[in-house]
């Protein structure tokens, strides 16, 4: 049997700004990134989402990113890598003593936007957000594009490893997702998407936008739940992946 994580970035509402529909994504999904603060969420938000997972049995994770609240953490930085580690280990360590508090531990570290996309092709600044994982806890499981410099930064220095797949992103032929300032970066639809993350898991492939097939590892598939239609999606994601024959659980049971 096939088995695979399903994870949502939630906790990204700020004070009064609330974003996200997480009480309703959180219901289907088996891994929750969590935002720690810098990019999005705050103290209080932290603390609820953390209760909430814990509440629903759903892995929590750390999803730390660029110190940029109104750009959303979407907006490329340029810094040193001993400045990515430290950004790493301080947001790790602030979401970690929620968990703690909450009898929870921190399964998987992964980061977020612009720290993402960048650590994917960056070679120095993937290495240094491995780094820091494995300094703070070697047990936690790196998160990052199947494919990338993260993975690769990961499994090197002796982390477990889970390569993310994107049900709704298009892929370009090297691996990497099309940008979002491109025509036909998201696929709005919902059978095709699907179709995609069924053979993503099941023949470790994904037709990219030449049309050629690439291999690609999915270990963990991203889900969106902004909104009431990307909720919806998730939980047709989760039911058509149990009928192909795919157990959807917590990636610490799979990655080894």
């Excluded at 990134?33 to 892995?59: L, S, Y």
């Excluded at 009898?103 to 720290?115: D, M, T």
């Excluded at 994917?120 to 806890?137: F, G, Q, R």
């Amino acid at each position: 049997m096939h088995q695979v994580d399903l994870n949502s970035d939630i906790g990204e509402s700020f004070g009064d700004y609330k974003l996200g529909l997480d009480e309703e994504v959180i219901q289907h999904i088996s891994s929750a990134n969590i935002a720690c603060g810098w990019h999005a969420g705050d103290p209080v938000v932290m603390e609820k989402t953390i209760e909430m997972a814990v509440k629903r049995g759903v892995a929590v994770g750390a999803h730390p990113g660029y110190l940029d609240l109104m750009g959303f953490g979407r907006r490329e930085m340029v810094i040193t890598g001993e400045e990515a580690k430290a950004y790493m280990k301080y947001q790790i360590g602030a979401l970690w003593a929620f968990a703690k508090s909450k009898g929870a531990k921190i399964q998987h570290v992964k980061p977020h936007g612009a720290l993402y996309n960048m650590a994917a092709k960056n070679e120095m600044l993937a290495k240094s957000i491995a780094e820091a994982v494995y300094e703070v806890d070697s047990d936690m499981i790196l998160v990052g594009l199947a494919n990338s410099q993260l993975t690769k930064a990961g499994k090197e220095i002796g982390l477990k490893v889970a390569s993310e797949v994107f049900a709704d992103r298009a892929y370009n032929p090297d691996g990497t997702l099309v940008s979002r300032k491109l025509e036909g970066a998201v696929i709005h639809d919902t059978d095709k998407a699907i179709a995609r993350v069924v053979r993503m898991v099941k023949e470790g492939k994904v037709e990219a936008v030449n049309g050629e097939d690439i291999m690609i590892q999915a270990d963990s598939i991203c889900v969106h739940g902004d909104n009431p239609q990307a909720v919806a999606f998730v939980k047709t994601i989760k039911s058509t992946l149990e009928n192909e024959n795919v157990q959807v659980i917590a990636m610490e049971k799979f990655i080894k």
